[in-house]
């Protein structure tokens, strides 16, 4: 059977480039793999063809010799481009050719890329702190010290990991990659490696007091500032402050979770604060001024008008809660609540019988629902 063109197989024009030929091929590499392709029997043979057309289409003087003979140019020794030997070469070249993109591909499975120091300087891990405050802290914004258990970088060995400090020396199995390879069929696999786990170093004397870690355990505390406007949900990010890394790794960053807890006064909106405000039933009737408390601590006087009902609003513009960036105030909302009075004396009650009788038309919602009350059982007898 004839070989299909090299190009073909790839899928790239003539003159494509050198990039664009190993970007085709990893393409066709991740597409072909047997591995994503249990099902499909023909996909180990069309991913070494591939291989095969990229060992030819990658180096430059092969390249040229194809583009000239064909594949008659490393076929039986005949051609300008012949090797000793004959042939292809077979799978040392499909093993060379799959490892210039083994890392493109598999890197981050198999956890970094070729020639890397593996893990030696992990980074410390990310921590979280959950603050409750109050609306009042809320509002004014507060500075905060707190107790954080982490970990914090040996000062025996000053974070080396080694007794004494010492630098830990280059692991011998995998030359301080972290990783070894080996040669399984026709490509090459990468594990960590078993004498270093992945730290591309070995300790010959851990350090007695982190075991070789390079951190302990320790209560650190901290001053946190928590600015004005900040809501339940709120995230504060404090860079470098969460867990130490690993023998001298970057540390991680400590992420402060806000919960506010709830007012016995106001109710918050975003920025805006509700406050309900009981009124007397005279006050209602007659209207007046009151005074009502605002979250910075002062008063205000609000005029109630006469005939006021249960349920009116009344808003106090920036007397709400600042934004967390700044820039705006929200507003203050104040929601009346008609008081019924209670525990009456004879005389309040002979009072608010005298009233009831003269104010029959004094209560126009009432008047207007047993109106149509009426009207709607009028209209069942009917």
Not at 203 to 213: D, E, H, R, V, Y
Request: charged share 25%; hydrophobic share 30%.
């Amino acid at each position: 059977m004839a070989k299909r063109d090299y190009y073909d197989v790839l899928g790239v024009s003539k003159g494509a480039s050198a990039e664009e030929i190993k970007k085709a091929y990893r393409s066709k590499a991740k597409e072909l793999h047997p591995d994503r392709n249990k099902d499909n029997p023909n996909a180990e043979s069309a991913f070494k063809e591939a291989g095969e057309a990229y060992d030819i289409l990658k180096d430059a003087e092969k390249k040229a010799a194809y583009d000239r003979f064909g594949h008659a140019a490393f076929e039986g020794g005949t051609g300008a481009g012949a090797r000793p030997g004959g042939g292809f070469g077979g799978q040392g070249d499909f093993a060379s050719a799959f490892s210039d993109v083994f890392d493109d591909l598999f890197g981050d499975f198999m956890g970094g890329g070729r020639g890397g120091s593996g893990q030696r300087a992990a980074r410390g891990a990310d921590l979280r702190y959950n603050l409750r405050i109050s609306l009042d802290d809320a509002y004014r914004g507060l500075q905060k010290t707190i107790n954080v258990p982490t970990s914090v970088a040996c000062d025996v060995c000053n974070g080396s990991g080694a007794e004494g400090g010492v630098e830990p020396s280059t692991c011998p199995t995998c030359s301080g990659m972290g990783k070894v390879r080996a040669q399984q069929g026709f490509f090459t696999v990468e594990r960590t490696c078993p004498t270093c786990t992945g730290m591309g170093q070995i300790i010959k004397n851990p350090c007695s007091t982190c075991s070789g870690q390079g951190r302990v355990q320790k209560d650190r505390s901290l001053s946190v500032n928590i600015p004005a406007g900040v809501e339940t949900g709120t995230r504060i990010r404090l860079a470098s402050e969460g867990e130490a890394g690993m023998r001298g790794g970057p540390p991680g960053d400590l992420y402060i979770f806000i919960e506010v807890d709830r007012h016995e006064i106001f109710e918050r909106e975003e920025t805006n604060l509700f406050c309900r405000v009981p009124v007397s039933l005279a006050k209602a009737a007659l209207g007046g001024d009151i005074e009502v408390p605002t979250i910075d601590g002062g008063r205000s006087r609000v005029k109630i008008p006469e005939g006021s009902q249960s349920g009116r609003q009344m808003r106090l513009r920036g007397k709400g809660m600042p934004a967390l960036r700044g820039g705006s105030t929200g507003d203050m909302f104040i929601e009346l609540a008609v008081e019924t009075p209670v525990n009456l004396t004879s005389r309040q009650k002979e009072i608010l019988r005298e009233f009831e009788e003269l104010s029959e038309e004094n209560n126009p919602e009432s008047s207007s629902f047993f109106r149509s009350v009426k009207s709607f059982w009028d209209g069942m007898k009917s």
